[in-house]
């Protein structure tokens, strides 16, 4: 199975224009068993591995190419002149969400991926959100095991304190990732600022609604528009997927209810963010699905 999908270096080299445009080099597990692990791996919300190139000391997965680059490009405008609304930032995590929650429900065996971050939620043409980088994933292989003894993997800030207590890898280790994620999203603030009064966002952000100082955390260059109803479900829906103890934390099944309900709630307020000077986001903001269950593509 895995033969057809393989490239020559020689090819890759052709395809990539000899690497000129390097979205990310990592680690990966045992390369041969982690290709056959995602070639099997399908859905609409998740990024597709065309094919792998293992040459002696070249080795690449290779993945389907994603034209819009990654949510954390756009979320500091650095990629476009625009900065997304809170539509487009509520269809692109609930988006993300329904990918991750089919790794963890809709595989068999289960995945963890792991390494869940803005610059692994990659954007298509049509700024459809894909997770991308599974180099960390890991499966669950024995039947009825629900979690597995690794040595901890991950990006400093987005790591789950429990696993990293412990050890043991969960799906709740991807909860707490993916709520760092719906914090930055909000706050459009990085995971660690050393000039904070705290420097890990959470811990920031729980410091802020402790004080009642809710406006403070909102990023300012939404302009206050959006429904603050949505916004502060998902406030408390980020700190449930935080919480200290990962059985306390939600499932990624109900994280997607939580966000489509957020995105509902947006979607049918109108506003401002409807007018904005550039067509793709218009577009973006019209075209929101509601799906909740993972399903193959």
Known sequence: MTENKRFSYSEVIAMTNNFQRILGKGGFGIFKAEVELLLRVHHKNLVNLVGYCDEGENMALIYEYMSNGDLKEHMSGTRNRFILNWGTRLKIVSESAQGLEYLHNGCKPPMVHRDVKTTNILLSEHFEAKLADF?????????????????????????????????????????????????????????????????HIAEWVGLML????????????????????????????????????????????????????????????????????????????????????????
């Not at 009825?144 to 990006?155: C, K, M, P, Q």
């Not at 403070?216 to 980020?238: F, R």
């Not at 934390?249 to 489509?260: A, D, E």
Request: glycine share 8%.
């Open 210 to 297: 402790t004080k009642g100082d809710i406006i403070s955390i909102m990023d300012p260059t939404l302009n206050g528009d959006y429904d603050s109803g949505s916004v502060w479900k998902v406030v408390e829906l980020a700190m449930s997927c935080l919480n200290p103890s990962s059985a306390r934390r939600p499932t990624m099944s109900q994280v997607v209810i939580g966000l489509n309900e957020c995105l509902a709630a947006e979607n049918s307020r109108g506003g401002a963010s409807r007018d904005m000077d550039s067509k793709s986001s218009i577009e973006v903001s019209l075209t929101f699905g509601t799906e909740v269950s993972p399903r193959a593509r």
């Open 135 to 199: 180099g960390l994933s890991r499966s669950f292989p024995i039947e009825g095991e629900t979690h597995v003894s690794t040595v901890v993997a991950g990006t400093p800030g987005y790591l789950d304190p429990e696993y990293y207590r412990t050890n043991w890898l969960t799906e709740k280790s991807d909860v707490y990732s993916f709520g760092i994620v719906l914090l930055e999203i909000i706050t459009n603030q990085p995971v660690i600022d050393q000039s904070r009064e705290k420097p």
